[in-house]
Nanobody, 124 residues
Framework: QVQLVESGGGLVQAGGSLRISCATS????????MGWFRQAPGKEREVVGA????????YYADSVKGRFTISKDNAKNTVYLQMNSLKPEDTAVYYC?????????????????WGQGTQVTVSS
């Protein structure tokens, strides 16, 4: 069992930046694919981005490409989502998710472990 705890969400003005973190309980983060998802009120959960277990491959949704960056710090067992040039439409609860390396595409939502989420609100 792997616990994931997100932090760093909050209220920010449009155009601003936030970095949210996902602290994991595993000591072998280097063997896990990690995903970031978000869910806005009244909308389905969607993938924001993901990073392969070896850090050599990432995916970003078109809506965030060029603005968001995912990184892994295996020594700290933590994954980050740096969000720049935030827009009101980025307002959502953000979740991190984990699964051991597998043939599933990074964007496949069948992650095994999920955090509780952190609220990000972008004001216009």
């Amino acid at each position: 069992q792997v616990q994931l705890v997100e932090s760093g969400g909050g209220l920010v003005q449009a155009g601003g930046s936030l970095r949210i973190s996902c602290a994991t309980s595993t000591r072998t983060l280097s063997t896990y694919n990690m995903g970031w998802f978000r869910q806005a009120p009244g909308k389905e959960r969607e993938v924001v981005g993901a990073i392969k277990w070896d850090g050599l491959s990432t995916y970003y949704a078109d809506s965030v490409k060029g603005r968001f960056t995912i990184s892994k710090d295996n020594a700290k067992n933590t994954v980050y989502l740096q969000m720049n040039s935030l827009k009101p439409e980025d307002t959502a609860v953000y979740y991190c998710a984990a699964r051991r390396s597998s043939p599933l595409p990074l964007t496949d939502p069948r992650y095994v472990y999920w955090g509780q989420g952190t609220q990000v609100t972008v004001s216009s």
